[in-house]
């Protein structure tokens, strides 16, 4: 790969930061995670417009949404190794391109299938090599206080709820879906530069190592965090990984997670709000406040896998997110919803500092982007099934709670298989490819 000047050169800011440059990475890809967590979110937010404006059947409206989280899906192991490839700079700047000219092409559809093109296939791509970001950055950047880090990066999904669903549910009613969407695009378009001046894909690329790693601050970068050093799992190595049962206990949870988060809350939540007779802001702010409550129990969850055995933290994670899925059916009004919110909200992406634990520890921390972005193809999966299933519930039983039912009984199935996955790392055989993993 050839040297970028800008790149080799360190950052002034790395200078004037008070603390490890590390965090300052984390913060820029939170943010970048921040803008897909808005385009994941606006469905919710857009299919009464839509409705209202082309008169298409929410089925049809769901199915552009179901192929965007299925793209995602199908696209995480792409960003993986387009990660460890060429750098999770490149890809974040590649993502949020492509995601401003789409959002803005998304503004002038006329036709469903140009909907199901722009919002399903060009964004579900564009949004589908990011989410191993928050791994691969916590696994190259961190040796202490990685499960911390992660929870913060995967907050910005959280964060997106809250910043943008509120926003996007004003702008809608006050201007129309358009304007609405060209905030997503600014926000793109904004981080844009600071991602190209700032970021930077390895500490060795500063003359760091990784967070209290044993070496000084400006020591020389290790061999494995050197530049250029780390190379993409073969596929050989990646067909290995998937003949252990960790593999599949965690893409099985992460198939439920899909099921019961993007899936049925994040698509049809604020549609059956509505169907009760819950206003429409009343509902995104509920939506708002799940975010907020998720903030917390995703960084507690983060903080809690630095300390005790993460398997654990994932069962309750799971346990929650059942209970509070099994209570929704019951619920009708305002303060019922905002107190689904709050329980929901605690667990609601509180499984991705766990899972990436779990990896890290059974398969070694090199190679987190690629094997959880392998296992996050099963979460999408998930997600889209649930998309289109919901909206097939609703239309064939008149309202969306078999759907619940389903979603909270697999909540608690996931939080018995959590407790299964093997605590033990890999020792032999040796992975093809990656001799660095064995005896991780």
């Known amino acids: 790969m050839d040297s970028n000047p800008a790149q080799d050169r360190p950052p002034r800011l790395l200078y004037l930061l008070p603390f490890y440059y590390g965090w300052f990475v984390v913060a820029l890809s939170f943010l970048a995670n921040l803008t897909a967590a808005g385009i994941r979110s606006a469905p919710s937010v857009l299919i009464h417009p839509l409705e209202a404006e082309f008169g298409w059947s929410r089925t049809e409206i769901a199915s552009a949404a179901s192929l965007n989280l299925l793209l995602l899906g199908l696209f995480a192991p792409v960003g993986g190794w387009l990660i460890d490839r060429i750098g999770a700079r490149r890809v974040i700047l590649g993502s949020l391109s492509t ?180 206003p429409q802001v009343t509902a995104a702010t509920a939506v708002g406040i799940m975010g907020g409550a998720s903030f917390i129990g995703t960084t507690f969850s983060g903080y809690l896998v ?36 709050v329980l929901y909200g605690l667990d609601w992406y509180a499984s991705g500092p766990a899972t990436t634990t779990i990896i890290a520890r059974k398969f070694g921390s090199e190679r987190v982007g690629q094997i959880f972005g392998t296992v996050f193809v099963f979460h999408q999966l998930g997600g889209a099934a649930a998309a289109l299933g919901g909206g097939w519930v609703r239309v064939h039983f008149g309202d969306y709670q078999n759907a619940f039912w389903v979603g909270g009984c697999l909540g608690l199935v996931a939080a018995c298989l959590a407790l299964t996955v093997d605590r033990r790392g890999v020792a032999t055989p040796e992975l093809p490819g990656t001799p660095e993993l064995a005896g991780a």
């Open 99 to 278: 995601i401003a000219v789409g959002l803005v092409a998304v503004t002038y559809v006329q036709q469903l299938w140009q909907l199901i093109l722009l919002w399903g296939v060009v964004l579900g791509i564009a949004t589908g090599i990011t989410p191993a970001l928050g791994a691969s950055i916590a696994s190259r950047w961190f040796v202490d206080r990685r499960g911390l880090a992660v929870g913060i990066m995967t907050n910005a999904n959280a964060a997106g709820q809250i910043v943008f669903l509120p926003l996007l549910m004003s702008v809608i009613l006050a201007a129309g879906w358009r304007p609405a969407l060209m905030m997503i695009t600014a926000t793109a378009c904004l981080l844009i530069p600071a991602i190209w001046f700032w970021m930077r894909d390895r500490p060795g690329e500063v003359g760091l190592e990784p967070y209290r790693s044993g070496a000084g601050a400006n020591a020389k970068p290790g061999k494995s965090f050197a530049r250029g050093e780390i190379r993409p799992m073969s596929f050989a190595a990646i067909s290995e990984v998937m003949k252990t049962s960790t593999f599949w206990i965690l893409a099985g949870c992460f198939f439920i997670c899909g099921v019961t988060a993007n899936g049925l809350i994040g698509t049809h939540l604020i549609p059956h709000a509505i169907e009760r007779g819950i």
């Open 306 to 341: 630095d300390r005790i055995d993460p398997r654990k933290v994932l069962s309750v994670v799971y346990c929650l997110r059942g209970t509070a899925l099994l209570m929704l059916p019951f619920v009708s009004n305002a303060i019922g919803l905002f107190m689904f919110a």
